[in-house]
């Protein structure tokens, strides 16, 4: 059964008010596919855009939305996070920008949620950014690479 499902399969909020609080950290990943004339644009490890830096507005973006992100998926609790941290790497050479986010938290349920979702609005960002320049963008690979905290932990392959 999922935990989202009460017994009649109906959505619901999962009660979490009986956990202890423990130490929880997520970390999550998002890969943005750029055309190479978007690449050739950067100078060093950012992009001056229209609408300012382009690292620079999707970290800040990313943070914004980790803290949000119980505004956004509607069965997850508001968790007042102890940090957030967003990374943007950008390899020219196969035009790929890997963006790293990492939420942690003392608390009853875990963080995956806001780390995803601070990566995946950091994308989302660069996206908006660079459009100007090309449409040739994709969104390849968002996914979860760690937790801590919990039940159990969970590293990626």
């Known amino acids: ?3 989202h499902l009460d017994k009649d399969n109906q959505p619901t909020m999962v009660n979490v008010g009986e ?3 423990t130490r929880r950290m997520a970390r999550a990943q998002a890969v943005v596919q750029l055309s190479p004339e978007i690449t050739a644009q950067f100078d060093g490890n950012e992009l001056q855009s229209k609408k300012g830096p382009v690292f620079q507005t999707a970290i800040i973006a990313g943070i914004s939305a980790a803290k949000k ?3 956004l998926i509607p069965l997850c609790h ?3 996070l102890d940090d957030c941290n967003v990374t943007m790497q950008l390899n020219s050479q196969n035009h790929q920008v890997t963006i790293e986010a ?3 938290v003392q608390a009853r349920t875990g963080v995956e949620m806001e780390a995803l979702t601070a990566a995946s ?3 989302l960002t660069l996206y908006d950014m660079c459009k100007a320049l090309s449409h040739k963008i994709q969104i390849l690979d968002i996914r979860l690479l ?3 905290g919990g039940k159990k932990d969970y590293l990626a392959d």
Do not use: F, G
Request: glycine share 0%; no cysteine.
């Open 102 to 104: 990492i939420a942690s």
């Open 1 to 3: 059964m999922l935990s």
């Open 19 to 21: 956990k202890a609080i």
């Open 78 to 80: 508001p968790l007042p």
């Open 146 to 148: 760690e937790k801590t």
């Open 121 to 123: 609005v950091a994308a």
């Open 69 to 71: 992100t119980s505004d």
